[in-house]
């Protein structure tokens, strides 16, 4: 199951639990402690990059740019996404990989002036952005739109710019909305939102939450953690804070801290955000047992639609990476019962069925997913649905998907984006080997994840380098995370080591887990068994 993105902000600068707030129960059914029981928060120093002390004036909301939320505007802006994307893609199959980074740096230009307006607008109150679940929370913003809201934020800020909440506000709704669209163009907005909140209230933690929020969906986790740090040390209480500081630590590999963060996040700010990064540091340990008691216990506590479909998402995915396929088409449908368009839910219940043996329902599902937001996960499983099939024209629309990664990636480092992970675990099976070693060496020298250690054995071993592939594939089952494609890639390793024994164990193992694990994956690994006995 992937790390959920970092979720909401919490009560107004400095205060503790709001004294109209019901008691809430932790995620160990303990009352959350009071402001005086807490351990002290740690701070960080700030990065170079900090925009508290800026003075930088950003420009007023554009009123002659289109805004989201007019009706029909958010189905073209997806329709001109995806087109603009798959323009980049047919590029990169003409030019060098130099000329294919420029295409996307324009074309994020041209997606960011055309689709957002840099404001925001708020109610009387604080104003806060929900958990990542359900993007903006229905009783803020007034209805449960994420563009509509965005939309009032930016009206309000024409009229009221010094509005620094708002601007912090809006901030962290781009990033929201970045990462439900899949549009990387969208977090320099973001960007200038939350510096134009720091730069009229140096210090607020909306803001630097923000900042944190903005850099772990950047792959910054460093600054995320020192964002998050900051951001506590002004507010104790700050859901989002609180929750971008357990994902930072998670995604570069302190998963002792990350733990104590999420007990610390659980005894101060229970409820759905932490709940699910608290079960997602428990399934990293392998303990399956408590991440599902867990979720289940985030989804009973779940209230709005959003909240409702994240959560059955995540239970959806806990029960694919162990190979209940019918208890993960239940819970998917149990999110799109609440949100019809939850693209996890969408491209969770096309790997369940692709898993469970329905291909074509599969290669439907994915189809209407990467339409609408083309990212690496989905386009990488729809092309080998595509190769799996087999049928005429089936190659070619597999390499189209594959394409489309490599321009989904230009377009995201062309906005900040680090993405050397996804590079490498694309690339590994469907690109440059050379190209994928050389992104996976670059993700280990950050951090030591089980991820990293698996992309990078991986990476490793296409390009023939399986001595040095063995260890770092045992790293990455060093905390006993239960997953399917690690122990498939562990298996190839060791049978390529000579690791006879150990590698059909291995392989049996991703099998009996999750048996229909990759579309191309599991066939392979079959094969590998029946050539090895």
């Keep these: 199951m992937p790390p959920p993105a970092t979720s909401e902000a919490g009560p107004p600068p400095g205060a503790g639990p709001r004294p109209d707030e019901p008691p809430r129960t932790t995620s160990t059914g303990h009352k959350p402690a009071t402001a005086a029981e807490q351990e002290p928060t740690k701070s960080a120093p700030e990065p170079a990059t900090t925009a508290t002390a800026s003075t930088e004036s950003e420009p007023e909301p554009a009123t002659s740019q289109p805004e989201p939320g007019v009706p029909g505007a958010e189905q073209v802006g997806a329709e001109q996404r995806v087109v603009a994307v798959r323009r980049v893609a ?14 996307a740096a324009l074309l994020a230009v041209a997606m960011t002036g055309g689709a957002i307006a840099v404001g925001a607008a708020r109610d009387s109150g604080p104003v806060s952005v929900a958990a990542a679940s359900s993007a903006v929370d229905p009783g803020v913003l007034g209805n449960g739109s994420l563009d509509a809201g965005i939309a009032a934020l930016q009206s309000h800020l024409r009229s009221q710019p010094r509005d620094f909440d708002s601007w912090a ?105 932490v709940f699910t990064r608290y079960a997602y540091v428990h399934e990293l340990r392998g303990d399956v047992t408590t991440a599902r008691r867990v979720l289940k216990q985030a989804f009973a506590a779940a209230t709005s639609p959003g909240d409702v479909a994240y959560v059955a998402a995540q239970l959806g995915q806990l029960a694919w990476n162990q190979g209940d396929y019918d208890s993960a088409l239940t819970y998917y449908a149990r999110a799109l019962a609440a949100d019809e368009n939850y693209l996890p839910a969408l491209e969770g219940r096309a790997r369940a069925q692709a898993a469970g043996g329905d291909r074509d329902e599969a290669i439907k599902g994915l189809q209407a997913v990467v339409s609408r937001s083309p990212l690496p996960g ?97 790293r990455a089952a060093a905390t006993g995370y239960r997953s399917a494609a690690f122990l498939y890639h562990r298996g190839m390793i060791e049978l390529a080591t000579g690791h006879g024994t150990d590698g059909r164990a291995s392989l049996r193992a991703a099998l009996k887990l999750n048996p229909g694990f990759s579309p191309l994956g599991a066939e392979r690994a079959r094969t590998a068994l029946e050539t090895a006995k």
């Design 90 to 103: 047919a590029a990169g199959r003409r030019w060098r990989a130099a000329q294919l980074l420029g295409c």
């Design 378 to 474: 989905p386009l990488v499983e729809l092309g080998e649905l595509y190769e799996a099939r087999g049928a005429a024209g089936d190659r070619a629309r597999a390499r189209d998907q594959y394409a489309l990664v490599d321009a989904w990636i230009a377009l995201a480092r062309a906005n900040g984006v680090n993405a050397d992970l996804d590079t490498a675990l694309a690339a590994a099976d469907h690109g440059d080997k050379a190209s994928a070693l050389r992104a996976a060496r670059a993700e280990w020298a950050r951090r030591h994840t089980v991820h990293t250690a698996d992309a990078l054995a991986w990476a490793l071993h296409v390009n023939g380098r399986d001595g040095e592939a063995l260890s770092y594939a045992r």
């Design 169 to 273: 506000t809006l901030g962290l709704a781009y990033v929201e909305q970045a990462r439900t669209k899949g549009d990387p163009a969208r977090y320099p907005q973001a960007e200038k939102a939350l510096k134009r909140s720091l730069a009229l209230a140096p210090g607020n933690d909306q803001a630097l939450a923000g900042r944190a929020a903005l850099a772990a969906a950047r792959h910054d986790f460093k600054n995320a953690l020192t964002y998050a740090d900051q951001a506590l040390k002004q507010n104790p209480y700050s859901e989002r804070a609180l929750s971008s500081r357990i994902d930072a630590l998670v995604e570069l590999g302190r998963y002792a801290e990350a733990s104590r963060a999420a007990e610390t996040a659980d005894a101060r700010k229970p409820g759905v955000p």
